[in-house]
């Protein structure tokens, strides 16, 4: 199973809850699933950095070097589209500040104009402080 399937798995689940949401924990940082909404607040970068070398054997690799995080941000253009498509919006918070959305709330000219439609970047030093955590 690879993380696309995952990933449609998961907005398979969102399509169950009828009403209210469910929102995971680990520390400070938190994933809550709504009805339309998929917000996910990161607080420690180093946590992500450790999930996503976890998750890299499901993308094939059993590394989880740079290749494979580059590999999963470059996904996101089709998770984006999934997205979309169902009406639904995923938010990307760090340390509380809105970053970037994906999906049916998402309206970026930027973003369009590189071709990656319904993304957009909310707070670009945020989004950039978030990243240089990751490498």
Known sequence: MDLHTLFRLALNFQNVICCGSVTISVGDDSLTITREDIIMDIHDTEKMKKLMDAISPLMGSEDGGMKEKKKMMDEMKLYAEDLA???????????????????????????????????????????????????
Do not use: V
């Not at 809105?98 to 930027?110: Q, T, V």
């Not at 993304?119 to 990751?134: A, H, N, P, Q, S």
């Open 85 to 135: 498509s169902q009406g639904k919006t995923a938010i990307i918070k760090y340390r509380g500040n809105e970053i970037m959305r994906m999906g049916a709330k998402a309206n970026s000219f930027l973003m369009n104009t590189l071709g990656m439609k319904h993304i957009e970047i909310k707070y670009k030093l945020d989004t950039l402080r978030m990243m240089r955590g990751f490498m």
